[in-house]
């Protein structure tokens, strides 16, 4: 069934850019100088735009571009069916072929739902913006109003080096982080610049020790900091057990200490620390083991992969009724996207941890004002739709970038072998 008094969809537009990134590093490799975003327009009949973003490798293009056409006459407001209509004009990307192209294994498994789900997020969230902007509402009050005037993020500290090694790459001035002293330096600039009151140090770059040891300083530097360590499922059962009890006491939670949901439960188990997810938890069909078996004890959402805010909300539900925690995972993403999360972070009253971001690492943006984070928090906008305008000449920019680039996927593997020639994806739960 179809609404009929909502404004139509009269124009979409999809626009693949590449946005600059550090050399940061993670259990795979290490970032590439540049990623692909997407940024989704949706235009009403009635001139009204809305903007949203995504994920922008290959795969999430191609359902993009084949969606953003079928969109048009069908109206502003038919969002519960988006996804099944997105699946009916969906082209199948699950054959295609990969080389070691993975960074998906990062955020869990990569199947054609979640990809599906990560396009239509961007459709949807433009939608609301543009519904927003058609009502003069911000979208928390289409979500059913905010409770909370400010969204709390974490530093998000990663091991890294100090520029990229190749040329022409952009670079910043943040220097290198490859022991506990420099992680400690770069959290306390965190801390300094911004006013972020947790952090998150990307784990499963060096061996279970080193990275023990690094929490441990911070720790030292910061006593009353919530803490988390993330491998990205680095570790087997037995590492992820005696690193938890190394560091009792010392994390607010272990994120994704070992890979798969049995492996999880086991951590817990024996070690009854608590346990985050952004891998094991990706979609509503991987619940019902997780939580039976109590491998989490915290949900960090990715409205991109869950399917857009609606599904977030829904996430929280269900997460409220088992009484798991809730919170946020972040990707390399520009201002539209932390609106996005900033809105919908505002109207899950449970969200008890301060969310993910990736945010003050990127240089540019595609809005005209990015958003400030202050004490580590950013403001939730009360102007019409996200709060956000697009920059014109700034997405312009980027996208001349991607057309002239030859760089289509995240793929850190390939970035990290440009210094380690024999570098090949590490297995799961190597260490
Ligand atoms: O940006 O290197 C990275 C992270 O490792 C990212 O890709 C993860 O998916 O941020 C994510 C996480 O929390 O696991
Ligand atoms: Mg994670």
Redesign the pocket.
């Known amino acids: 069934m179809t609404t009929t008094a909502a404004p139509r969809i009269a124009r979409t537009r999809v626009t693949p850019i590449l946005i600059g990134d550090p050399p940061?590093l993670?259990?795979q490799g290490v970032?590439q100088p540049y990623t692909p975003r997407l940024i989704v327009e949706v235009q009403t009949e009635d001139g009204v735009t809305g903007v949203g973003e995504t994920y922008g490798d290959t795969d999430y293009l191609t359902i993009a571009e084949a969606l953003a056409p079928a969109l048009v006459g069908r109206p502003l407001l038919d969002l519960n069916d988006l996804t099944g209509f997105a699946a009916e004009h969906s082209p199948d990307v699950s054959g295609r072929a990969r080389t070691e192209v993975n960074?998906g294994g990062?955020?869990g498994s990569r199947t054609t739902n979640k990809l599906l789900a990560s396009v239509v997020s961007a459709f949807e969230v433009a939608s609301l913006d543009a519904l927003g902007r058609t009502l003069g509402l911000p979208v928390h009050a289409l979500l059913g109003g905010k409770v909370r005037d400010r969204v709390e993020y974490s530093a998000?500290l990663?091991y890294r080096w100090a520029e990229h090694p190749v040329a022409d790459a952009p670079s910043d001035d943040w220097g290198a982080a490859l022991d506990p002293a420099g992680v400690v330096a770069q959290a306390q600039r965190f801390a300094d610049r911004y006013g972020f009151g947790s952090f998150k140090l990307?784990g499963g770059v060096f061996p279970p020790l080193e990275e023990i040891d690094a929490i441990r300083a911070l720790r030292a530097a910061f006593p009353d900091r919530p803490l988390r360590l993330?491998p990205?499922a680095a570790w087997s059962v037995d590492t992820s057990v005696h690193v938890a009890e190394q560091l009792d006491g010392a994390l607010e939670y272990l994120?994704?200490p070992t890979p798969g949901t049995p492996g999880m439960a086991e951590v817990h188990r024996r070690t009854s620390m608590t346990l985050a997810t952004?891998?094991c938890v990706t979609s509503f069909a991987e619940i019902p083991e997780a939580f039976a078996s109590n491998a989490v004890q915290v949900v960090?959402s990715d409205h991109h992969f869950w399917g857009g805010l609606h599904a977030t909300r829904e996430l929280a539900a269900v997460c409220r009724t088992f009484g798991v925690g809730l919170s946020m995972?972040?990707?390399?993403h520009l201002g539209v996207s932390l609106a996005a999360m900033t809105q919908v972070a505002a109207t899950v009253p449970e969200l008890a941890y301060a969310c993910?971001t990736?945010r003050p690492w990127q240089t540019e943006d595609v809005i005209t004002e990015p958003q400030e984070f202050v004490d580590g928090c950013v403001e939730v906008s009360d102007l019409p739709g996200l709060g956000v305008e697009l920059d014109g000449d700034q997405l312009a920019r980027l996208h001349e970038r991607w057309l002239t680039s030859d760089v289509r996927d995240r793929d850190?593997v390939a970035a990290m072998r440009q210094v380690h020639p024999e570098w090949t994806m590490p297995p799961a739960a190597h260490w």
Do not use: G, V, W
């Open positions: 940061l993670n259990s970032h960074a990062l955020r998000y990663f990307k993330d990205n994120e994704d952004n891998m960090l995972h972040s990707n390399t993910d990736h850190d």
